[in-house]
């Protein structure tokens, strides 16, 4: 089965930047969107940005354009969110998805990572 499994989460004071990962497993994803959101305590969980995997293409939410850029490594089958000039705002836990380009719901999801922004 589809596995998804994030990793690079952390502690980074304000202005500082994370890297983190998404290592996929169990299928192909050529005719998947990967994408990333993020769920701070007391909020909804919020849209990040996602790449299609077989064009390398990628869309940003609007709070994270021009700092977050989201991309891949088809030979390890993992996706990477690069988050520069962190802000406290962007305190979350992160998780990675799936979803096939025909779908309009994420179906395959990670377990999280924690990434915390404070001085």
């Known amino acids: 089965q589809v596995q998804l499994v994030e990793s690079g989460g952390g502690l980074v004071q304000p202005g500082g930047s994370l890297r983190l990962s998404c290592a996929a497993s169990?299928?192909?994803?050529?005719?998947?969107?990967m994408g990333w959101f993020r769920q701070a305590p007391g909020k909804e969980r919020e849209f990040v940005g996602h790449i299609r995997w077989s064009s390398g293409n990628t869309y940003y939410a609007n709070s994270v354009k021009g700092r977050f850029t989201i991309s891949k490594d088809n030979a390890k089958n993992t996706m990477y969110l690069q988050m520069n000039s962190l802000k406290p705002e962007d305190t979350a836990v992160y998780y990675c998805?799936?979803?096939?380009?025909?779908?309009?719901?994420?179906?395959?999801w990670g377990q999280g990572t924690q990434v915390t922004v404070s001085s």
């Open positions: 998805a799936a979803r096939g380009i025909t779908r309009s719901e994420y179906d395959y």
């Open positions: 169990g299928r192909t994803f050529s005719s998947y969107f």
